[in-house]
C-alpha cells in the first residue's frame, strides 16, 4: 500500500490550506485513514481520522472547529482542510491509513504511511 500527501506549502496566520493523500496498491476493502504531524522538536502527534463511510470523524482539541476532514468518492483519497491557520501548525503532515473499520487516534494502529507534506504557517 501507498499513500501519497500533497498540499502542503508557506502560509500566513489565517490563511486556509488543503492536504490530500491518496492511496494505492493493495487496498483492503474498508480502511480508516488519518493525518498526524510532527513539529520541530516534537513528538508526531494525532489530528484528524475518518472512517470508511465517512460518517465518523475524530479530531484533536487543539484543531477541532478549524481543520475537517473528508473522503473522496472513491474512498481511497482523504482530505484535510484546515482553516484559520496558526503558527503552532507548522509541521510536516502525514496521512495514514489503518486497514479496520475502527476509528483510531493512536497511530500504532496505523499500519500504511505517507512521505510526509510540510506546512509552514508564519508571518
Known amino acids: 500500500v501507498q499513500l501519497q500527501a500533497s498540499g502542503g506549502g508557506s502560509v500566513q496566520p489565517g490563511d486556509s490550506l488543503k492536504l490530500s493523500c491518496t492511496a494505492s496498491g493493495g487496498l483492503s476493502s474498508i480502511y480508516t485513514m488519518g493525518w498526524f504531524r510532527q513539529a520541530p522538536g516534537k513528538e508526531r502527534e494525532f489530528v484528524a481520522a475518518i472512517s470508511w463511510s465517512g460518517r465518523i470523524t475524530e479530531f484533536a482539541d487543539s484543531v477541532k472547529g478549524r481543520f475537517t476532514i473528508s473522503r473522496g468518492n472513491a474512498k481511497n483519497t482523504v482530505y484535510l482542510q484546515m482553516n484559520a491557520l496558526k503558527p503552532e501548525d507548522t509541521a510536516i503532515y502525514y496521512c495514514?491509513?489503518?486497514?479496520?473499520?475502527?476509528?483510531?487516534?493512536?497511530?500504532?494502529?496505523?499500519?500504511?504511511w505517507g512521505q510526509g507534506t510540510l506546512v509552514t504557517v508564519s508571518s
Open positions: 495514514a491509513l489503518d486497514p479496520v473499520i475502527v476509528v483510531s487516534r493512536s497511530e500504532k494502529d496505523y499500519d500504511y
